[in-house]
């Protein structure tokens, strides 16, 4: 299903030394010296299992961003610069926790951002490294102080199946095109990936096809079973229902199951042409949206229309909800069992 990676992490490191990059490099061009997040977990938890960060809280701060550079292969800049993330070239910033709270100050968690959570011992000695999607992290949030969720409508009623976009963006079939930006996200594959036309054809098929996921509150199980439904006619594709943006990574597909009108678009507004999180290549606009319209039935929904468009022509054919920016410290709550208990 999957273009597989080639370059190990520790091959991804000598190459960021061979090619003197500094963390706040962008990678655009070097995408096989990108890491994902389970390859900078790994690196990571390796190379910081141990250290000491007993120092006063600006020190710490300057000693534990130098490591982190030693382990990925950069060199230690002189001064550190007051980025967003902290860690540009790799997406990132690093947080050190004795215990399970979380604390972020002065701006919001972004989606697209990696969140790297230090865990240290009652002697400031780091135990654990857990390398978190933004996306994954605000689900945790219940103070309500994120940015509120991003919601759209159709501009016009819905009466028949519809192809917004012609054809897939720009950067989609340059990224299609090009072997080492493929390298740097496992899950596409040029061999099995449609063309949005195409997957308009197979998807507007399902039209006339019902949903079983009885009851007026079973929508989280509707949408999987949508998801189950769609993987199954999709080439190569495995169902697999984590939680993830886009929902079918393989194909860019995120799917919506409407019975109303009022889309939830999560934390992503699909014209976001910033870069996703584990997929450097790829920005949230390339991702192709299938909006499924359904009317309720004693066993669920039946399919009646479906949408697709890209994020970059999404707002062509939905209106968007505008929502309130709310800028508050955020004081998140890890679950236990986050971080590996100590010794």
């Known amino acids: ?9 520790s091959k991804i490191v000598a190459g960021i030394r061979a090619a003197g990059l500094t963390i706040y490099d962008s990678l655009a061009e ?54 967003k993330p902290r860690f540009p070239g790799q997406n990132f ?42 996306e ?8 309500g102080t994120l940015t509120q969720k991003f919601q759209a409508k159709s501009r016009q009623p819905v009466t028949e199946s519809v192809l917004c976009s012609p054809s897939d963006t720009a950067n989609v079939q340059k990224v299609l095109l090009c072997a080492n930006s493929l390298v740097a996200y496992d899950g596409l594959d040029s061999s099995a990936f449609l063309p949005i036309a195409k997957l308009s054809a197979v998807l507007f ?8 996921a009885p009851g007026v509150l079973q929508d989280r199980n509707r949408g999987a079973a949508l998801h189950r439904l769609v993987c199954s006619v999709l080439p190569e594709c495995e169902f697999g229902d984590t939680g993830q943006f886009p929902d079918v990574p393989s194909q860019l597909l995120e799917l919506k199951l409407q019975t109303r009108a009022t889309i939830d678009l999560g934390l992503f507004s699909p014209d976001q042409t910033d870069p996703m999180g584990d997929m450097p290549a790829l920005r949230h606009c390339d991702v192709r ?21 890209t994020g970059e022509d999404f707002f062509r054919c939905f209106q968007r909800f505008e929502g309130k920016v709310l800028n508050k410290k955020l004081q998140i709550p890890l679950p236990r069992g986050f971080f590996r208990e100590s010794e």
Not at 1 to 9: E, G, Q
Not at 98 to 127: F, H
């Open 30 to 83: 070097r995408l096989d010296l990108y890491l994902d997040s389970q390859q900078l977990e790994q690196l990571l938890k390796a190379g910081l299992q141990g250290f000491c960060l007993d120092y006063p809280l600006r020190t710490r701060s300057k000693v534990l961003k130098s490591k982190v550079c030693e382990v990925l292969g950069y060199p230690v800049p002189t001064t550190f610069r007051k980025t």
């Open 289 to 309: 949206y299938a909006v499924f319209y359904g009317s309720l039935t004693t066993k669920g929904v039946l399919i009646q229309h479906v949408v697709l468009t």
């Open 136 to 143: 994954a992290l605000a689900e945790l949030d219940t103070t």
């Open 1 to 9: 299903m999957t273009a597989k990676r080639t370059s190990s992490p």
């Open 93 to 134: 910033d690093t947080y050190v926790q004795k215990a399970n709270n979380l604390q972020i100050w002065n701006e919001e968690i972004s989606p697209s951002r990696r969140y790297v959570l230090i865990r240290v011992d009652q002697g400031e000695c780091v135990t654990d490294v857990h390398v978190v999607a933004g």
């Open 205 to 212: 098929r399902l039209v006339g096809t019902e949903i079983t």
